[in-house]
């Protein structure tokens, strides 16, 4: 016997003090070749019994033994295995998967046993055309098929696995009388070497076809009346035991397909789930447009690539008191660094009135680096560079603006190009100081606006102009003293060159590459030592002058490291909300993947009834869940692009100076030291997946330990 049913009894509570004995003191034996018709009323208990034996539902006791083994010790996977390779079932409501055709209906249940798609498909077609559906008919889905049609193609899928059982309940309960002899035949045809059980109420129907009725009322046995002899084959041949597994591929094919039929739905979900990913994308390509930005603007600044140093160190008379450092030898050693083209003694910072006609501003000037090491300065230059010993400068635009407007006015690239080729004088009277000199504009830079005047000079010059100049005598009013009385009383003046120049408080390090300002900044604020991270870098615009040590100063370089600042902190508050709205669409993913259980409980109730394993079932959704996050973030990846541009349209019409170009999503990046295209794109998706896949796994969890009995009872 492959199938034994001892004392079988099942009760149904109803509430807690009543329940329902649904079945009785069941005892029963099957054997292959045998036709079963399990016949009674309505209500009776005959899909209780049938579930029982399907190992759908347990008994309340009683024993099933299957194969002349009890099931007592049977875990979840011996009843999928069971079901998967033993059984066949047939449904009054047939039970078909909507979204799938005939065919693939039939191929599903072979997949879930590991068969390959070659041979699944040659024998789905071989039983769809022994039930008498057409290769044309094949490809129709359920909603195409005529009643008849859809419970051929069940017998089809049942018979798929080649199992040695055929469960049918009420298989032809939803057919027409002509339609329904058609399906009787077809299963007798195929009872020749199974089992079949069938329930039915309809007694023409199992006295004519079956070899065996037995009769059940209000859950128990009336009678069991034998009508033909078995048919000649092996009643001892066992069941068959092969195992193998549905490999996940078709997990997500099942999904692919079911999504392709919601394909709007998909679309929408996977639209709104994008929102985080297209605005991590977007912050991503900000910053990095905004870093790059930065970068190049560095370069145009004319004194970028000069780096001013001092340092101070304890003076040894007074404990109390720090001193600046003016021994040069104590600076030499950042000549070993190779990025250093050279050092040299800084030209007093002293403020001095720049003259221009009748206008005079007080700003601030650098000296440029010497003439091999000032190319960077080409790209943003109207006019040229100064010529040593001509007395030539270089402005910016804020300051050609404030000789030509005191700054008022709001003066074009064209406008402030009249200043090239005039001349501004040097007053450094108010800073204590005999000496004036005219200078010839001869370039104008397009540093970056940010409205500070500034005046750039040939090194050389400059140290020539204080050569000239001397310190100016005061009387006790104030007033300065004529320098020719002065020498006619015999005092000695002191050269500006000579105070200032001999004894320098800080000195000016030349690098040969603008870029690598922060790099050497931080090499020598640490005496020569590599420096990791840039937060250690010892720089400010004031000089550190309460500090002991080496402090390093760089216009260029404040500026970068403050906007560096501003850009990372706007990241890092942007990709804090876009976190959020990355949850929001983890969240979106998982409602809509509980709605599409419930959708799809009757697939899930027909997937464990045919065998899916737990695991199958958790499987499909969980691919669900990480296609649906492969596709937001795939799109979240494409509307960032479309978005770029208007952000940048959107920034430029806020900010003064050009920022075409600001959002620049980054194509590559570095890994391990590797530069890896679409590092941050393939991230990003990779997490998108990520995400949704852990939104989507209670929603699975809770597809697995749904009722079969109850997801097809729901049709
Ligand atoms: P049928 O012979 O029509 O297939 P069933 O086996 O479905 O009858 O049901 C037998 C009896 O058990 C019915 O009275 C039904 O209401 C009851 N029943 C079936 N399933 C449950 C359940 N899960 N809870 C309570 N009662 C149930
Ligand atoms: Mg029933």
Redesign the pocket.
């Known amino acids: 016997m492959i199938l034994e049913l001892k004392g079988i009894n099942?009760e149904?509570?109803?509430d807690k003090s009543t329940s329902?004995n649904?079945?009785s003191n069941i005892n029963l034996g099957f054997n292959r070749g045998e036709f079963v018709s399990i016949l009674?009323?309505?209500?009776?208990?005959?899909?209780?019994?049938?579930?029982i034996i399907a190992g759908l539902?347990m008994p309340s006791s009683g024993e099933l033994f299957i194969d002349s083994k009890s099931t007592k010790k049977y875990k979840a996977k011996n009843w999928d295995f069971y079901r998967k390779n033993n059984i066949g079932f047939v449904f009054q409501q047939f039970n078909l998967i909507e979204h799938l055709s005939a065919l693939e209906n039939v191929e599903l249940v072979m997949s879930l046993t590991g068969q390959k798609k070659a041979a699944r498909n040659k024998r789905a077609l071989e039983l769809l055309e022994s039930v008498g559906i057409s290769k044309e008919h094949a490809l129709h889905t359920p909603a195409q098929l005529s009643g008849g049609q859809k419970q051929r193609v069940a017998i089809a899928r049942a018979l798929a696995n080649d199992p040695d059982i055929i469960l049918a309940?009420?298989p032809t309960g939803a057919l027409d009388t002509k339609t329904g002899l058609q399906v009787m035949e077809l299963l007798q045809e195929v009872a020749k070497d199974k089992l079949i059980i069938m329930?039915t109420?309809n007694k023409k129907l199992a006295y004519d076809y079956s070899s065996r009725v037995i009769q059940?009322l209000d859950?128990e046995i009336q009678s069991d009346e034998q009508l033909k002899q078995q048919s000649n084959i092996n009643t001892n041949k066992t069941l068959n035991k092969k195992n193998k597994a549905m490999p996940f591929r078709e997990a997500f094919k099942l999904s692919l397909r079911n999504m392709k039929k919601k394909i709007g739905r998909v679309a929408i979900t996977a639209f709104a789930g994008s929102v985080g990913i297209a605005g991590i994308s977007l912050v991503l390509g900000l910053s990095n447009g905004a870093n790059i930005f930065i970068d190049q603007q560095i370069t145009k600044f004319a004194t970028s690539n000069v780096v001013s140093v001092s340092k101070l160190e304890a003076d040894p008379k007074n404990k109390e008191k720090v001193k600046p450092v003016t021994d040069k030898k104590k600076y030499e050693f950042v000549l070993d660094n190779d990025k250093v083209a050279s050092l040299r003694k800084k030209v007093p910072d002293n403020i001095g009135n720049w003259k221009y006609e009748n206008k005079v501003i007080e700003t601030q000037s650098g000296a440029l680096a010497d003439k091999d090491h000032r190319q960077h300065i080409n790209d943003a230059l109207e006019g040229r560079l100064p010529v040593d010993g001509k007395d030539e400068v270089i402005v910016n635009r804020a300051f050609a603006r404030s000789m030509i407007t005191n700054g008022k006015e709001k003066l074009t690239s064209e406008d402030t190009s009249k200043m090239l080729n005039k001349k501004v004088k040097l007053d450094l009277a108010s800073s204590g100081f005999d000496g004036k000199q005219e200078f010839k504009v001869v370039g104008i830079m397009d540093e970056i606006d940010v409205n500070q005047p500034y005046i750039y000079y040939s090194y050389n010059d400059m140290i020539d102009y204080y050569k000239d100049s001397k310190i100016l005598v005061k009387d006790e009013q104030g007033n300065k003293v004529d320098p020719s009385l002065i020498k006619a009383m015999g005092i000695k003046l002191t050269s500006a060159y000579d105070s200032l120049m001999k004894k320098p408080k800080s000195y000016e390090v030349v690098l040969k590459d603008a870029k690598d300002a922060k790099e050497v900044a931080g090499w020598i604020s640490h005496n020569g030592k590599d420096v990791q991270d840039n937060s250690e870098l010892n720089v400010s615009m004031m000089g550190g002058q309460d500090k002991v040590g080496t402090n390093v100063t760089s216009f260029s370089l404040v500026f970068q490291m403050a906007l560096s600042t501003i850009v990372n902190i706007a990241q890092l508050v942007m990709i804090a909300f876009l976190i959020i709205a990355l949850v929001v669409s983890s969240i979106l993913i998982a409602i809509v993947l509980f709605s599409s259980i419930l959708e799809r409980k009757s697939e899930i109730g027909i997937l464990k009834a045919v065998g899916a394993r737990k695991k199958d079932v958790m499987r499909v959704f969980q691919s669900e869940a990480i296609l649906l996050g492969l596709f937001a973030g795939l799109i979240g990846i494409v509307v960032s692009f479309i978005i770029a541009p208007l952000a940048e349209m959107i920034v430029n019409n806020f900010v003064d100076f050009d920022v075409s170009g600001l959002v620049k999503i980054p194509l590559s990046g570095q890994l391990f030291g590797v530069q890896v295209p679409f590092l941050q794109l393939i991230s990003l998706v990779l997490i998108s997946t990520l995400v949704a896949f852990i939104a989507g796994y209670l929603p699975s969890r809770r597809a697995t330990k749904m009722q079969v009995?109850?997801a097809l009872?729901d049709e």
Request: proline share 3%; net charge neutral.
């Open positions: 099942k149904f509570k109803i329902f649904a079945l009674g009323p309505s209500g009776c208990g005959k899909s209780t019994l049938l579930n539902d309940d009420e329930v109420h059940i859950g009995i109850d009872r």
